[in-house]
């Protein structure tokens, strides 16, 4: 049952993430947190930092995390499976579809007409990480104790670096890291 679970969980996310990983964020949120509590909060932030910083793209690289601490390597087989099977089927009948019709300019307007959804998407993903940063309990609560002032200080650092010298954002990622580490050890 939990094999199933896990498979329908990320076949939908498969299914419904339109535009990328970071479009996907909302949906794996809803589905490992929210719905099958499968992950916390925070193990969910620290999910999407992982899926960030390793190869390959951000949805599978989550399935297959889930899934291995889930049920293991069968788990993390069959998450990885379900995430890419939407994806692959689509893609196979939109090239059809698009080789058959691309003259048409209905397709061009609904194509046109998902761009801003993937946006709100990627806005939606964006806005839970940052909440998660800055407010030790994901929540907007604005208390002494809840605002984590370490997490805000990195926010702003590593925006400005990225925007001033445009260094490399894995190197901004790991450098931001290794300070964290050292000043939640210190503090």
Known sequence: MLMLELFFSFFQIGLFSIGGGYAAMPLIQNQVV???SWLSMGEFADLVTIAEMTPGPIAINSATF???????IPGALVATLGCVLPSSIIVIAL?????????LTVVGGVLSGLRPAVVAMIASAG???LLLNIFWSGTVVWTLE??????????VAALFVLR?????????MFSCGLIGTALYLII
Do not use: T
Request: glycine share 10%; proline share 5%; aromatic share 20%.
């Open 34 to 36: 929210q719905l099958h």
């Open 66 to 72: 889930v899934g291995n601490r889930v049920a293991g």
């Open 95 to 103: 090239a059809w579809f698009y080789f058959k019709y691309r003259n």
């Open 127 to 129: 806005l839970s990480i």
């Open 146 to 155: 809840n605002i984590n002032f370490i997490g805000i200080g990195l926010f």
């Open 164 to 172: 001033k010298w445009k260094p490399s954002p894995i190197l901004v």
